[in-house]
């Protein structure tokens, strides 16, 4: 089990305390994972080594339920939960562990909200009983106290019915959730993600299924300040868009092009031309599904938390998906000689299959090529942040471990 720990101290509000517990607990999770999917011990340190101190392997308190905490998320693809441990030390320090590797399950929660502006009965059905199912693991199995979970939804979430989904989450768990907005979302991704060193250089982009956000921190790293940027379409909603009224794959294909310009790059120029420091960067973190989707099939044997993405590659990824968006589903895995690194690679291929279509694959790669060119990307280093998805979540739950922890003390 690895674990990290944190000085703790006074602390002037929830999100200073964020800042200085988030990247190392990312830091530590994203180092555990990397060694179950077969990485090299020194090839996870290198992904996000600045992150972490790591604390020796003691007796762990797993009786101390007091100390366990866990989140579960809804995005526009389905539900997300992690279960963790959070406990003070005598010196004053914090010691975080992941207690339960981290669960999804795809759901239907925006199909037909384009239409209609409604999450639709049995989406919201469908959710909730997702959500209830992590709920009772989480509680029976890793023994979290419910006052001790956690329940929030993603900024994707933009439908006129959320306080629907709220209450039938509600009804089955007996426990209220909330819902990020994109602000919130984005800077707590951004401590997770970025390394230390690199957070005056980098920004980050998260191409959801609902939408598109990112951002970058500024000033002194006592005092912070967050430029963020978001625009309404992500892989989801923008295939919505694509096929509307019935288009055909060929009526797709010919009005993507036209149709990314004006509900992604137009916007996304507006945005730059106020806040000219969003590509100004030079360095770019890419999060979200089609991200890992296209390091993926592309990559499949680099199996590292970050994976260096090139705009030649986001091109090569979108006319592949015009061209045969069946045989770029089918990668060849045979190079891949690790056997454990193998497999997952399978097991991602698979995910992918079952969780995007052709469809998706379109949309979202117009998506990717927008972005490279309003950003630059052939003049930057940009990557895939393999675990970055979950940042937020973590980011949520820790916090609320860690007001619960320093009221204690109080």
């Known amino acids: 089990m690895i674990s990290s720990t944190t000085r703790a101290g006074a602390l002037p509000s929830v999100r200073s305390s964020l800042r200085r517990l988030l990247c190392l607990l ?8 990397s060694l179950a999917a077969g990485w090299s011990a020194s090839a996870a340190q290198e992904a996000f080594a600045d992150n972490a101190r790591s604390a020796p392997v003691g007796e762990r308190l797993m009786t101390a339920n007091d100390n366990l905490y866990g989140g579960i ?12 441990q959070v406990s003070p030390l005598e010196d004053g320090y914090y010691e975080v562990e992941s207690r339960m590797p981290i669960k999804d399950k795809n759901t239907t ?19 909730a009983q997702a959500v209830n199912e992590f709920f009772k693991e989480i509680r029976d199995t890793f023994k979290v106290p419910v006052e001790h979970i956690y329940i929030a939804g993603s900024s994707g979430l933009q439908a006129n019915n959320k306080d629907e989904l709220a209450a039938a989450i509600e009804k089955l768990i007996g426990k209220k959730m909330i819902f990020l907005d994109t602000q919130s979302e984005v800077e707590y991704s951004i401590l997770g993600i970025i390394a230390r060193q690199h957070r005056r250089t980098g920004i980050l982009i998260d191409i959801g299924s609902g939408n598109t956000k990112g951002g970058y921190r500024e000033g002194a790293p006592e005092a912070p300040r967050f430029v ?42 507006q945005q730059i031309d106020r806040k000219p420091g969003l590509i100004n960067r030079k360095r770019a973190y890419l999060t979200g599904g089609i991200v890992w989707t296209m390091a993926t099939l592309l990559h499949p ?7 260096r993405i090139t705009a030649s590659d986001i091109n090569e990824f979108a006319a592949r998906v015009r061209k045969d968006a069946q045989s770029l589903l089918n990668p060849d ?8 690194a193998r497999q ?25 090529k927008a972005f490279s060119s309003e950003f630059n990307f052939a003049a930057k280093y940009v990557y895939f942040a393999r675990y970055g998805q979950i940042g937020w979540l973590l980011s949520y739950v820790e916090t609320q471990a860690r007001e619960e922890l320093e009221n204690e003390v109080k």
């Open 26 to 33: 990312l830091g530590s999770l994203f180092f555990a994972m």
């Open 228 to 269: 963020t940027m978001s625009i309404p379409f992500g892989t989801v909603t923008f295939t919505n868009e694509l096929y509307a009224n019935g288009a055909s794959d060929t009526e797709a294909a010919g009005r993507a092009d036209a149709l990314c310009q004006k509900l992604v790059t137009a916007p996304l120029r």
């Open 301 to 307: 044997a680099n199996r590292r938390a970050l994976v």
């Open 73 to 84: 998320e809804i995005g526009a693809k389905g539900v997300k939960a992690i279960a963790l």
């Open 109 to 127: 929660i925006m199909a037909g909200v384009k239409e209609t502006g409604r999450f639709a009965a049995e989406a919201i059905k469908e959710t």
């Open 333 to 340: 895995l045979s190079t891949i000689k690790i056997a454990a």
């Open 344 to 368: 997952q690679a399978e097991q991602d291929v698979q995910k992918i299959r079952d969780t995007f279509t052709p469809r998706n694959l379109l949309a979202g790669a117009e998506i990717l």
